[in-house]
């Protein structure tokens, strides 16, 4: 039988990012959405769900049910970067890659692939997807990969699945395997599944079974939906691959190794002017480049990454950026070749035609993103710094800052007070004395506390623990703003734990 369908499932995927970056493999450990003591458990280990935790049980209450718990967030941008990759990785085993998931949209972890005639290159299709698997094991996932006829009865079949290569035998075998997942295994809402559940209808095989004309009036179009996406003959579309991420890469000989920038600027502009002509050809434009200088007598190159306020075609805008990042480089041998490769990206109406576009605001945002851009050329990728809100338990955890890579307009419906309290937070908090002292020591003379606000609980703190076994740090703090007799106002906590004061910033 000729098999055209492979999926690869990679079970719990935020779950295996959090085990695989920490090396929590084997611990109890849990997802969460936010460093808080209310924050739900998203996801579980196996050996979590052993020790009688389950998803939706808040973080407080779970530590102190487990101890030895592991949490952690994994941001949805981290997640999106990874998942990235492996499509990337994915398409040197196969040219036709989407990310997909029946009748679920958003779904993580989960890859569809066209595994026609590859069989043949790799010995059959068992061995191409044991050289799937063997890869992605290698990265250290646990993933499921699959090889079958119809991709919703394949997908259906490997839920739950253990990690492995699993080749369907024939058709009805895969259809029955499908048949008798049931629907929550699937990750059917549960608003789906209760009232199926009251009619008996608990395995794909029942739903299937339904009158797909009367789901959409008894059930709701959500149920129709996925009867159209499980069924033999539905309404689903073909495999949609991904467009395959070809680096783009001109190389330039100098006529003669030179240390003179200007020659090196004017080798580049000819590789420039290649590049970005065969992108504009494509419809795409180039999001950041990174030029590769080859120095006489080495065998590495010197890199130079430049990145704009926005993607574009424009060579002065990369010559800028360039001759700004050569004025930081010193160069102690002579420059023999120029490599230039573009990340790219398919470019938008106003990148291809140069339209103006009236009735937007009057700042120029982007003249603004293109000064950070001369900026981080110049001075570094650090250079320019945004502050950032986080949800965390701590409040030195609280903030943080990031790289700005560009310029927002400001909110207009945002109603600002005439004064503004300002609280300037310290990186790590000071110690300012012990509990003997009857307070915190701000100057010579005793302050006035108002407060206290308490906050307790195990916590990790900011870093990962040491080993698997580690306990986490039991955090007992009660915060009060201290003034002292100057009139200054402080932001102080009292540690329980260590029966020590320390002030964590200033309030002007």
Same mark, same amino acid.
């Given at each position: ?38 924050? %739900?458990?998203?996801? =579980? ?5 052993? @020790? ?90 646990? +993933? ?11 997908? #259906?079949?490997?839920?739950? #699945? ?10 009805? /075998? ?8 049931? =629907? ?38 959500? #149920? ?12 689903? =579309?073909?495999?949609?691959?991904? +467009? ?10 100098? *006529? ?42 080495? /065998? ?14 424009? !060579?002065?805008?990369?010559?800028? &950026? ?18 230039? /490769? ?13 339209? !103006? ?8 945002? $982007?003249?603004? $993103? ?14 320019? &710094?945004?502050?950032?809100?986080? /949800? ?17 307009? %400001?909110?207009?419906?945002? @109603? ?5 309290? &300002? ?21 010579? *003379? ?10 307790? $609980?195990?916590?990790?703190?900011? +870093? ?22 100057? $009139? ?21």
């Amino acid at each position: 039988p000729v098999r055209e369908e492979a999926v690869v499932l990679l079970p719990a995927f935020a779950l295996q990012l959090l085990c695989r970056s920490r090396s929590w493999w084997g611990a109890p450990v849990a997802v969460v959405a936010e460093a808080s003591p209310d924050a %739900p458990l998203l996801a =579980l280990s196996r050996e979590a769900a052993r @020790a009688g935790l389950r998803p939706g049980l808040r973080q407080g209450p779970a530590r102190n049910l487990v101890p030895a718990l592991r949490t952690g967030v994994v941001p949805e941008a981290e997640r999106e970067a990874v998942a990235n990759e492996l499509l990337a990785a994915l398409q040197t085993f196969s040219p036709r890659v989407e990310p997909w998931c029946p009748g679920q949209e958003g779904a993580e972890g989960v890859f569809r692939l066209d595994p026609t005639g590859l069989g043949r290159l790799y010995g059959g299709e068992r061995n191409w997807a044991e050289t799937v698997h063997r890869y992605l094991k290698g990265r250290g996932f646990r +993933a499921v990969v699959g090889v079958g006829f119809h991709a919703p009865s394949l997908f #259906a079949a490997l839920r739950g #699945a253990r990690p492995g290569v699993h080749v369907s035998a024939s058709r009805e /075998e895969e259809r029955g395997a499908a048949s008798r997942r049931s =629907l929550r295994a699937l990750g059917v809402p549960e608003r789906v599944c209760a009232p199926l559940e009251r009619l008996g209808v608990d395995t794909l095989g029942g739903f299937l079974a339904l009158p797909r004309g009367e789901l959409a009036h008894r059930f709701g179009a959500e #149920a129709a939906a996925l009867h159209a996406a499980y069924a033999e003959r539905g309404a689903q =579309l073909p495999l949609q691959p991904s +467009a395959l991420a070809v680096p783009r890469r001109v190389a330039v000989e100098l *006529e003669g190794a030179t240390k003179d920038l200007e020659r090196v600027l004017f080798g580049a502009k000819r590789g420039l002017d290649a590049l970005l002509a065969e992108l504009e050809a494509s419809g795409e434009t180039a999001r950041s480049l990174v030029v590769e200088l080859a120095l006489e007598g080495r /065998e590495e190159a010197v890199e130079l990454a430049l990145e704009p306020a926005e993607e574009t075609l424009e !060579v002065g805008t990369w010559l800028e &950026l360039l001759r700004l990042r050569l004025a930081r480089v010193r160069l102690d041998r002579p420059v023999e070749q120029v490599a230039i /490769e573009a990340e790219v990206a398919r470019a938008t109406g106003h990148q291809l035609d140069g339209i !103006v576009r009236l009735g937007g605001p009057t700042r120029d945002l $982007g003249a603004a $993103g293109r000064a950070l851009a001369r900026l981080r050329a110049s001075l570094g990728p650090d250079a320019v &710094l945004r502050p950032e809100l986080a /949800e965390a338990h701590l409040p030195e955890a609280a903030s943080s800052w990031r790289p700005a890579t560009s310029v927002a307009a %400001p909110r207009e419906d945002v @109603a600002v007070p005439e004064v503004v309290p &300002l609280q300037r937070r310290l990186t790590r908090p000071r110690a300012v004395g012990n509990a003997a002292d009857g307070g915190p020591r701000l100057g010579a *003379e005793p302050v006035e506390l108002m407060g206290p606000q308490r906050v307790s $609980g195990g916590w990790w703190g900011f +870093a990962p623990p040491a080993s698997a076994d580690a306990r986490p740090r039991e955090v007992g703090r009660d915060y009060y703003y201290a003034r002292s007799e100057g $009139g200054a106002l402080h932001y102080v906590f009292y540690d329980v734990s260590r029966d020590r004061w320390f002030v964590q910033g200033a309030v002007d």
